[in-house]
């Protein structure tokens, strides 16, 4: 087995930066597993977390705090020890660092609003907020397609503004992606019962790139103490039939596809770090240690770089939407044509901000254009402006993006039908709903 690398904490809190607080509130230590033994990644260090190895397996990226009083900061060191150099610091902190192509990583920056997803290079260049609501976003895993996969709370952008119902089911962890621009944010799945509530998915990642076996670039999560996956074949999450354990933050695969989990039975008082062979009844406990929890399990070994993005953004302020089918919902049809659609924004006080609206034509597309890099939402209206359907969360639009969608939450896995939608053959002008006096939230953009 090639050498492992895993953060080892007297407290994990897994869901704690989800709320813009400490995961490791009494400290934590980068530990290597080589041979059977294990030791340090770094010394002198008060704190360090998030290995993220590099896709040549040289170089270690990780968050440390150098003294107890400083904030998280990225910093680089050899996979095989020595003097770590500081890659990015602040007076803020910065969380789970990971690699990307073309020299760039992306990582949570805390902000007034919570955590941040931003990216940049290994020297700070670039940096570039990949996230433009208020709120937390935590990076999980790079896609080997290039988007980011990142966890938040569900609806999107939840807080006090949520409507009732929303306030009332409570925000819960999502996970979703983005493109390293910023643009084409969305679930990873529309799946959740009841359209509000679940059981919450965090700290998900890619298994199988690269390679043929079956579940090939899958996303395996934890849920609630269980693991769970998307496959894309399927519009639903799948479980994981693991053998009865607690499983608790990131599962790491082996280049044998041995799954490297972080576990512990009803009996054990921290996490341990196991190895585990998908579909056999048993696994095998590698690292234990009886004061600290083991977790964030890293494996020390080559990989193929994910396919860089090109940015397709183009030089304007405002972002163009195209929906083809607004009735349609994996929630259920609408029956009747909306008439018209409102676009709204979040003002400076959190509360929502009408954009204006635009007709909705008999086969349910509409075409809009609106202010980039702000929370947007969308809500469906009857001839006399009464609400058919709305979002509960934000999503946002980035400046210069172009987007189709196939309907109202219809999820990224359904495919459009074959045909111009009517709103283009009347015009190839969007409307306006860009809202010139709105109130902006800056809660993004460098």
């Known amino acids: ?29 980068l530990m290597v597993l080589r041979s059977g033994q294990m030791q340090p990644l770094v010394t002198g260090f008060a704190a360090s977390a998030d290995a993220s190895v590099s896709f040549d397996a040289k170089t270690v990226l990780f968050a440390g705090k150098k003294t107890a009083e400083d904030p998280w900061q990225i910093w680089r060191v050899p996979v095989e020890g020595g003097t770590p150099q500081l890659v990015l610091g602040g007076k803020t902190d910065l969380i789970r660092p990971l690699w990307m192509p073309d020299g760039r990583m992306v990582y949570a920056r805390r902000e007034a609003s919570g955590f941040t997803l931003e990216a940049a290079g290994l020297d700070g260049s ?55 621009d910023g643009s084409g944010v969305e679930s990873v799945r529309c799946d959740h019962p009841d359209g509000l509530k ?23 999560f934890t849920q609630r103490g269980r693991l769970a996956r998307f496959t894309s074949a399927l519009a639903d999450e799948a479980p994981v039939a693991a053998p009865a354990k607690e499983y608790a933050g ?68 405002f972002g163009n939407l195209l929906a083809l089918d ?23 006080d959190g509360r929502p901000v009408s954009l204006g609206t635009a007709p909705v034509e008999k086969d349910g597309s509409f075409f809009v ?15 006399a402006g009464h609400p058919l359907r709305a979002e509960h969360g934000w999503f946002w639009v980035r400046r210069g993006e172009q987007r189709i969608c196939v309907g109202c939450h219809t999820g990224p896995e359904r495919a459009p039908e074959n045909r ?22 800056t809660t993004g953009g460098h």
Not at 163 to 177: H, N
Not at 429 to 437: Q, R
Request: proline share 9%; aromatic share 6%.
């Open 369 to 383: 254009q609106a202010t980039g890099d702000r929370p947007l939402r969308f809500i469906l209206l009857d001839a």
């Open 326 to 348: 607004a009735r349609q919902s994996r929630g259920g049809n609408l029956t009747m044509v909306p008439a018209l659609v409102r676009a709204e924004t979040m003002g400076e």
């Open 198 to 220: 679940t059981e919450g998915r965090e700290h998900g990642r890619e298994i199988g790139v690269g390679s043929r076996v079956a579940g090939a670039g899958d996303i395996v």
């Open 250 to 317: 990131d599962v790491a695969e082996l280049p044998d596809g041995r799954w490297l989990l972080s576990e512990r039975g009803p009996d054990q008082g921290h996490l341990a770090m196991a190895v585990w062979t998908p579909g056999t009844p048993v696994l095998t406990e590698i690292a234990q240690d009886a004061e600290r929890d083991l977790v964030e399990p890293v494996v020390v070994a080559p990989r193929a770089v994910p396919n860089r993005h090109p940015s397709a953004l183009h030089d304007w302020t």
């Open 126 to 180: 670039g940096a570039l907020w990949l996230s433009y609501l208020p709120g937390n976003f935590i990076p999980d895993d790079v896609l080997r397609d290039g988007r980011v996969l990142f966890e938040s709370d569900f609806p999107l952008g939840a807080d006090a503004t949520l409507q009732p119902v929303a306030r009332m089911a409570g925000p819960q962890t999502e996970m979703f992606l983005v493109y390293a």
């Open 420 to 441: 111009v939608p009517l709103v283009l053959l009347h015009s190839t002008t969007p409307v306006d709903l860009t809202g010139g006096s709105a109130a902006v939230v």
């Open 1 to 29: 087995m090639p050498p492992v690398m895993f953060t080892a904490a007297p407290v994990y809190q897994s869901l704690a930066a989800l709320h813009g607080r400490d995961r490791f509130p009494k400290g934590a230590q």
